[in-house]
């Protein structure tokens, strides 16, 4: 990993490379951050181009501290008129929101949404489709799309609280505030309103320290065992610390974190959560 700064524009993101994290920022302002289909494509684009890039090894998006998303562009999304289209057009169209929902769910990469103010609709697909979720006290999360007679992703929400608190969200579209969120299991820490953006990307730099290599194989341990029986994934899991220990870079670390354990300051012991 490279201590170095990338910063890139695009149409309706701000991107930058720093200390390992790559950070993408929505800046469609002026819709409160809507998801258009083409700013799914520019996110896809930004995180297909940082997944060989050895210099991101930790991926954080955001909006900004007064609001993450309001949700899918529904002015766009009257405008298609799937019945006067061509089909094919509609769902290809239509398909960038897919596309960004698979690039998430098999990113081999940790992703965490720092979510300030609403996270609404396709807002909140973003951010339960993201590994952690660090939420500011005015984050606001809801998935109000059964009010206008559609629906939302349900899969991942009810994976990270729960089949019964997901279904009271999935039927109702009602909101819920940060703390809430927190309680149930959705955000995994809440910080003050104003610093998001600031703690997600310090936890980013604490785990992309860690190093590319190990963020890699703890990434695909996430995505590969939790979808496996209990035998399979004890014996998956044995297998990978199996290779990682047989590692000689591992066990050059593991020597230096002993000596470091006998001269009383242990790395083990280091950070917080």
Same mark, same amino acid.
């Given at each position: ?6 910063? @890139? ?13 790559? $950070?993408? #920022?929505? $800046?469609?302002?002026?819709? #409160? ?25 930790? %991926? ?9 998303? +309001? ?17 094919? @057009? ?42 952690? #979720? ?13 009010? /206008? ?6 899969? &991942?929400?009810?994976?990270? %609280?729960?089949? +019964? ?16 969120? /927190? ?7 809440? %910080? ?15 785990? +992309? *320290?860690?190093?590319?290599? $190990? ?14 029986? &209990?035998?399979? *994934?004890?014996?998956?899991?044995? *297998? *990978?610390?199996?290779? %990682? ?24 012991? @280091?950070?917080?959560?």
């Amino acid at each position: 990993m490279k201590g170095v700064t990338k910063v @890139s524009e695009w149409a309706y993101l701000s991107t930058e490379v720093e200390a390992g994290v790559g $950070t993408i #920022r929505m $800046t469609r302002l002026d819709k #409160r951050n809507a998801l258009s289909t083409d700013v799914c494509e520019e996110i896809t684009r930004c995180l297909q181009a940082w997944r060989e890039d050895d210099d991101v090894v930790v %991926v954080v998006i955001a909006g900004t501290e007064e609001f993450f998303s +309001a949700g899918m562009d529904l002015q766009e999304y009257l405008d298609y008129e799937p019945e006067r289209r061509e089909p094919r @057009s509609y769902y290809r169209e239509m398909g960038r929101y897919h596309g960004l929902y698979r690039t998430l769910v098999d990113y081999p990469k940790p992703t965490i949404a720092a979510v300030a103010g609403p996270a609404f609709a396709g807002g909140c697909d973003l951010l339960t489709h993201c590994d952690l #979720r660090v939420m500011a006290d005015n984050a606001i999360i809801g998935m109000p799309q059964p009010k /206008y007679g559609i629906h939302s992703h349900y899969s &991942p929400l009810w994976r990270l %609280v729960g089949e +019964a608190r997901a279904r009271l969200m999935f039927f109702t579209g009602d909101h819920i505030d940060a703390a809430e969120a /927190y309680r149930i299991g959705l955000a995994n820490m809440v %910080v003050p309103t104003g610093t998001v953006i600031e703690e997600a990307t310090t936890l980013a730099r604490r785990m +992309a *320290a860690l190093g590319l290599e $190990t963020q890699l194989r703890l990434k695909e341990v996430v995505l590969r065992a939790p979808n496996m029986d &209990p035998l399979a *994934a004890v014996d998956y899991e044995t *297998a *990978a610390y199996r290779d %990682v220990c047989a590692d000689p870079a591992a066990r050059d670390r593991v020597r230096e974190g002993l000596d470091e354990l006998r001269q009383s300051r242990s790395r083990a012991l @280091s950070g917080r959560l």
